[in-house]
Structure formats: structure tokens, C-alpha cells
Nanobody, 123 residues
Framework: QVQLVESGGGLVQAGGSLRLSCAAS????????MGWFHQVPGKEREFVAA????????IYANSVKGRFTISRDNAKNLVYLQMNSLKPEDTAVYYC????????????????WGQGTQVTVSS
């Protein structure tokens, strides 16, 4: 049974930082690209960042480029999202997702999802 468990969310002031973690189990981790998405109530889940199975390739949404960094540790089956210079508009539930094979942006290409972790940025 595949499980993705996010942690590290919380309340932070604008300009602050958070690091999200996602622990994966039940899958061959280094066969999967990993992604982070976020969602606010009433809106669709949106792409934030993704990393290739090797960690050698990364892609980002324009809104987070230069502020967020995705990374992974294949020895520990972990993926991270370092979020710096946070803005109130970053407030959302953040989801970790796994996509077999190549890196991608589209949420319907991801095979497995975590339950999400809330990030709230106060102004």
C-alpha cells in the first residue's frame, strides 16, 4: 500500500520560511518523479514544483521560482519543499504526489497523493 505523508506545515509571518517534508512508503521511490501541489478552498489544486526520480531535474510554477526549492533523498524516501520569502497568497493546503516515470506539471498524471498539510502565511 502506497503512502505519502506530509509534515512541516504551520503558521508563519510573511517573509518567513517553512520546510515541508513528504515521507513515501510502499513504492519504489527512485522510480517516481515527485511533486508538490497546493489548493485553496473553492479552487483547483495547482502545481507548485516537481523533481525527477534522480533529483537531477526540477520544475517550478512561475509564482514560486526563486523562493521555493524542491529536493529529495532517495536513501530515505523523502522529498522536501523549502519555502522562503513566503507571501500571504502562498496560504493553502500543500500536497505531495508521486508520478511514475518522467517529471511533469499536470495533476492528472500523478498516481499517488498525500493527505496534505496546511500552510498559513499571515500579513
Amino acid at each position: 500500500q502506497v503512502q505519502l505523508v506530509e509534515s512541516g506545515g504551520g503558521l508563519v509571518q510573511a517573509g518567513g520560511s517553512l520546510r515541508l517534508s513528504c515521507a513515501a512508503s510502499g513504492l519504489t521511490f527512485n522510480s517516481y518523479a515527485m511533486g508538490w501541489f497546493h489548493q485553496v478552498p473553492g479552487k483547483e489544486r495547482e502545481f507548485v514544483a516537481a523533481i525527477s526520480w534522480s533529483g537531477g531535474g526540477t520544475i517550478y510554477a512561475n509564482s514560486v521560482k526563486g523562493r521555493f526549492t524542491i529536493s529529495r533523498d532517495n536513501a530515505k524516501n523523502l522529498v522536501y519543499l523549502q519555502m522562503n520569502s513566503l507571501k500571504p497568497e502562498d496560504t493553502a493546503v500543500y500536497y505531495c504526489a508521486a508520478r511514475y516515470g518522467l517529471i511533469g506539471y499536470a495533476r492528472n498524471e500523478y498516481d499517488y497523493w498525500g493527505q496534505g498539510t496546511q500552510v498559513t502565511v499571515s500579513s
